[in-house]
């Protein structure tokens, strides 16, 4: 049924984790390992689940290498669910792995109706590469898909002849060409790095959204066809950073959904401003009854990017308890992004050329 479905191209998010962990065989991330590593991406639950992790945790307890990969398509501009990939991928990286983060320029192109040329993609690409290395990757952790050397195209076309049109309508639920091709480059980026001529055969980790796990099922099932010795690739699912307003995930093709780490202080002032907060229909009654953080977009904000988990927990407490306003965690959080996005910024275009520079493979 298309309804249970799960559809990695649509801004429409998952409301319902329980029927998706059941209907597709994800196992929930248990408590023990969210103690464990030791992260506010653990305490507040905003990891919720996994497919295989056990080889890689084992890995991180022994201080053992294992492969660290993610990537973002140059299909829009950055935004704070972009963000999300980074600090997860980040976290792993200090864990001790083999880094691998995937500016996917050709996936952005051939996924994307809008993106009309491969210059377009490339120009985000660029874009997107400052972003990235503003938010404190390196070079070393980094490749754009399109100056790959050839073993990587190879290998892609080795994946292609893995699958069929019936498991990927399966998957999937239609067969559209440059979609196809866009999921067959995410495979070989997710299984590339096992490769002798990259870190060879170890257990890896790929931090995605629940909304990507079709790509995960197939990139396990290809694995299993391959005539090589492949760990089998694990998954750590984040939960949606939703949008601004109720029932979309934050996308670069709904604007008004995302705050982009482009976005000045006026605009962060109007989304915040605009944002869906579950909040009472008066401030009497929000005094009386207390707001609902658990809904409201502005606390999410605050859950997936506010370093202080003391202070959050604060701020959602007070909130259930009528004792704060809307207007002032909306303020508050005006405030925490426009401080963050003003530094931020200055660091992007400190990066630019740089960027540009790698994307047209002028650094290796």
């Known amino acids: 049924m298309d309804s249970e479905r ?74 704070l669910g972009h963000k999300v990939d980074i600090d997860l991928f980040r976290f792993f990286k200090e864990k001790g792995a083999f880094n691998y983060f995937a500016i996917a320029d050709i996936d952005g192109y051939t996924s994307r109706e809008k993106i009309k040329t491969i210059k377009d993609a490339k120009k985000i690409a660029a874009d997107n590469l400052a972003h990235a290395l503003a938010l404190g990757l390196e070079e070393k952790d980094i490749y754009v898909q399109s100056t790959q050397p050839a073993r990587y195209f190879e290998f892609a076309f080795e994946l292609s002849k893995k699958i069929t049109r019936n498991m990927f309508e399966a998957v999937y639920g239609h067969v559209d060409l440059g979609k196809i091709s866009a999921a067959i480059l995410q495979y070989a980026d997710i299984l590339h790095p096992q490769l002798p001529e990259f870190s060879g055969k170890m257990p890896s980790v790929t931090g995605i959204g629940l909304d990507q796990d079709p ?23 984040f939960k949606h950073q939703s949008g601004l307003m109720q029932g979309s995930k934050m996308s670069s093709s709904q604007p008004e959904t995302a705050i982009f780490l482009s976005d000045s202080k006026k605009e962060v002032e109007k989304k915040i401003g605009n944002a869906f907060t579950g909040g009472r229909e008066t401030i009497a009654l929000q005094r009386k009854l207390g707001g609902r953080p658990e809904i409201c977009k502005v606390c999410e904000i605050l859950r997936f990017h506010y370093p202080d988990t003391r202070e959050v927990e604060r701020i959602m407490n007070e909130c259930r308890a009528g004792k704060r306003l809307c207007g002032e965690t909306k303020q508050f959080t005006i405030d925490f992004l426009n401080k963050f996005l003003k530094e931020h910024q200055r660091k992007v275009e400190k990066n630019r050329k740089k960027a540009e520079k790698i994307v047209k493979g002028e650094i290796f």
Do not use: Q
């Open 6 to 79: 799960i559809d990695p191209w649509s801004s429409k998010g998952i409301e319902n984790y329980g029927h998706v962990f059941k209907e597709f065989g994800i196992k929930e991330f248990p408590d023990l390992w969210k103690k464990k590593l030791d992260h506010f991406f653990f305490e507040r639950n905003l990891v919720v689940a996994h497919r295989g992790f056990e080889k890689v945790m084992k890995c991180i307890e022994e201080k053992k290498p294992f492969i660290n990969m993610t990537g973002i398509a140059s299909s829009g501009k950055f935004h």
């Open 215 to 237: 790509h995960a099922r197939l990139t396990r099932d290809i694995a299993r066809r391959l005539p090589y010795e492949l760990e089998m690739p694990s998954f750590v699912y």
